[in-house]
């Protein structure tokens, strides 16, 4: 909200000048028919938010501020990277919620059973209603069984084994949820595909009393 008030003026003049600025607090993009007008963006961008007392980044290839061709390089925003019609989830923004799901599965953080899964179930929900209408058929059937190995993991450090090789209903039966089920962009994919000779046993044992 603060950013929005601070960089309104920003981005009016932006506009009267006519550039397709789109922001998310500190962070926008400039739409241009061309090179030379971009760097006119970027010049115009520069002095405007000289003058409110902020900078921005020089350009260059390595910069958080650049000079891309869109039907060459694609776009890269707020996480997500823009292909010609195809938007999907960036490789750092997929490290960011592995990091999430370890950092909340690490059995010696003091919490207990009940709520480190109902943590998990939260950062999942939250992440894969984020970028579900998005092409991630394949991301979230891989994050899918990283979460498994991991949930599985935990439980074993817990003294918890699961009985049975089918961790998908193993996961159903603890409440967390399926990333691959959220999909709403395109076919959803079957997670049967994946394996062979599965058995329908889902049985949690518990060696601790």
């Known amino acids: 909200m603060l950013a929005n008030f601070y960089l309104y003026e920003f ?4 506009m009267r000048k006519e550039f397709k600025l789109v922001r998310y607090a500190d962070d926008f993009v400039v739409m241009c028919e061309s090179l030379e007008r971009a760097k006119q963006a970027h010049k115009e961008g520069k002095a405007l938010l000289h003058s409110v007392g902020l900078c921005i980044h020089e350009l260059g290839p390595d910069s958080k501020t650049r000079l891309g061709e869109f039907t ?6 707020l996480g997500i990277r823009f292909e010609g019609k195809e938007v999907f989830p960036t490789s750092k923004a997929v490290g960011k919620f592995k990091s999430k799901v370890e950092e909340t599965l690490i059995s010696s953080s003091g919490n207990s059973l009940f709520k480190t899964l109902q943590k998990l179930t939260n ?10 209408k998005m092409k ?12 498994k190995s991991k949930v599985q993991l935990y439980l074993t450090t ?3 084994r699961l009985v049975g090789k089918n961790k998908r ?9 399926s990333l691959s089920s959220m999909i709403e962009w395109g076919p959803k994919p079957d997670p049967s595909k994946q394996r062979k000779n599965l058995k329908n046993e889902a049985i949690v044992n518990s060696t601790q009393g």
Request: aromatic content about 12%; some cysteine.
């Open 169 to 177: 209903k193993h996961m159903k039966l603890l409440g967390i949820p």
């Open 158 to 160: 817990m003294g918890i």
């Open 11 to 14: 981005d009016r003049a932006m």
């Open 72 to 77: 060459k390089d694609g776009l890269i925003f």
């Open 136 to 147: 991630v058929g394949k991301t979230y059937l891989e994050l899918d069984s990283f979460i």
């Open 123 to 132: 950062l999942i929900n939250g992440w894969g209603n984020c970028y579900k």
